[in-house]
């Protein structure tokens, strides 16, 4: 995998003032192009500008505003919270399904200790991730490799009951208690049969979050802190 040579390079949306302090989202990998297994050589796309840019090439990017919005904290295009978001990968190689988090530890180790140090770098106001088994696989990964940026920007994670929303169940929330950046995993936004009547089911506990790490944003956003 092409290793990042820059900030910006570990990011897809344009890394600017108001991105220190901001929300950060990471999911697993890619999805663009390769097959099953993640192809190596591919790095973050090219950057889309703000999270709503009509050119950012994450496929979820519009499913995930919608639930913003259900939440209770719309993204208004070009508006603080829009222009606070930053949007990365745990991994930045690519493939067209998602990818298992069985991966080799030691490539677990190099990314954690890479993003480590680029969110520690713009250090986020709260983190949002896409899977609760990344989420969880890159906090072990981080703790068994000493991943020492990791571990001073986030703390050693309590985990929180895992939270169930809709008829099925389908959309799922885990918090964490955390002595350093507050974070968040949740269903991926790909993931089947999940609707927006079992998204707006958590607008409670979501809304109440967001209000924590980014007082003022329901209206008109979050300006970073």
Not at 32 to 51: C, I, N, R, Y
Not at 77 to 94: A, E, K, M, Y
Not at 127 to 148: E, H, K, R
Not at 188 to 210: C, F, K, Q, Y
Request: with cysteine; glycine share 10%.
């Amino acid at each position: 995998m092409q290793k990042p040579t820059t900030l910006q390079d570990q990011f897809a949306t344009t890394i600017t003032n108001d991105s220190f302090g901001g929300l950060a989202i990471i999911g697993m990998n890619w999805g663009d192009g390769g097959g099953k297994a993640a192809v190596s050589g591919h790095a973050a796309p090219e950057q889309a500008g703000l999270f709503t840019d009509p050119n950012n090439r994450y496929p979820y990017s519009t499913r995930l505003t919608k639930w913003f919005e259900l939440w209770g904290h719309p993204i208004i295009p070009g508006g603080p919270l829009d222009r606070s978001i930053s949007q990365t990968n745990v991994f930045l190689d690519s493939s067209k399904r998602f990818c298992d988090v069985r991966r080799d530890p030691s490539k677990w180790a190099e990314a954690v200790r890479q993003r480590g140090q680029a969110l520690a770098t713009i250090r986020p106001a709260g983190v949002i991730f896409l899977s609760i088994p990344t989420m969880v696989y890159a906090f072990w990964a981080a703790t068994q490799s000493n991943a020492q940026e990791w571990i001073d920007l986030f703390g050693v994670p309590e985990w929180g009951e895992l939270l169930k929303f809709g008829h099925r169940e389908r959309f799922r929330i885990q918090f964490a208690t955390m002595s350093g950046v507050p974070i968040v995993g949740m269903t991926h936004p790909a993931a089947r049969g999940v609707s927006n009547v079992d998204v707006t089911g958590a607008r409670l506990v979501m809304e109440r979050w967001i209000d924590e790490v980014a007082p003022g944003s329901r209206s008109q956003g979050v300006s970073a802190k």
